[in-house]
């Protein structure tokens, strides 16, 4: 699905620890590190696609984590053309997300990947707050930015614990 700019609709997940950590997750066979993220289905609001993404990616359930806040726009990024992939006629030129600062209220033991057939990632770990701006890829680092910067200003309690 996507908009009528190019834009595909996507929630990303950034999960705290409650100590001014976050869940840096690693791409399965790959040595790239990043948020949970994952596309909005048709007929399903950012909420919804929110709690199917956590768990299909990261094992947790909406009674694993509480919500501290969610974006108050949608964050775009472009991806570069030769990353692109040609769906049929409609041309992916990036995607458009909402963000979501969960705080993990459950044990994290409870984390896993194999929630699906096909799972995104193959090891994860606690890392600073603002850690993941410098370990991104480059067309991503924009919205991250954006998202920490938002969540950071908006949130005091987070920043005591910083």
């Known amino acids: ?10 929630v990303a997940i950034v999960l705290g620890d409650g100590l001014g950590r976050v869940f ?9 590190w990043q948020f949970p993220q994952g596309g909005v289905d048709s007929q399903e609001s950012t909420e919804q696609a929110l709690y199917r993404e956590l768990y299909e990616e990261i094992g947790l359930t909406a009674k694993d984590v509480s919500v501290v806040q969610v974006t108050r ?17 409609a041309v992916c030129i990036g995607q458009k997300q909402k963000w979501f ?4 209220t459950s ?13 995104e990632f193959d090891d994860w770990r606690w890392v600073t707050f603002w850690h993941p701006l410098n370990s991104i890829v480059a067309f991503k680092k924009g919205v991250y930015r954006a998202a920490l910067k938002e969540f950071y200003q908006n949130n005091s309690h987070m920043q005591q614990s910083l």
Do not use: S
Request: net charge positive.
């Open 101 to 104: 600062f969960l705080r993990l």
């Open 107 to 119: 044990n994290e033991e409870k984390i896993r990947f194999d929630t699906t057939h096909e799972p």
């Open 1 to 10: 699905m996507l908009d009528k700019d190019g834009f595909r609709p996507n």
């Open 24 to 32: 840096w997750a690693k791409r399965i066979g790959q040595n790239a």
């Open 73 to 89: 726009r949608w964050l775009r990024y472009k991806i570069p053309p030769n990353l692109r992939r040609n769906k049929g006629r």
